[in-house]
């Protein structure tokens, strides 16, 4: 089982073997959470692997279209 010291600024260093086991790379983001006397340290998912997730993001002449297309096709029949 690895050891880890504690530094002065509370830091801690994660064995390699467990970075490996887990998929922690540098910079990466980690939970911490504390449960009765044990730490617990999960690897969290980056934001910006989500990146175009939704698609891509129409132009706003496009939107703009859209919603008047919308509006007009609501209001269709109805007398102002």
Do not use: C, W, Y
């Not at 970075?19 to 910079?27: A, E, M, N, T, V």
């Not at 910006?48 to 297309?69: C, P």
């Amino acid at each position: 089982m690895p050891v880890s010291a504690v530094s002065s600024k509370g830091q801690i260093t994660l064995p390699s073997s467990l970075r490996k086991r887990l998929g922690i790379r540098p910079h990466d983001r980690v939970m911490i959470e504390g449960n009765d006397e044990a730490i617990v340290i999960k690897p969290v998912a980056d934001l910006f692997q989500f990146k175009g997730f939704l698609g891509t993001a129409l132009s706003r002449k496009t939107e703009r279209k859209r919603m008047e297309e919308a509006v007009a096709a609501r209001h269709k029949g109805r007398r102002p």
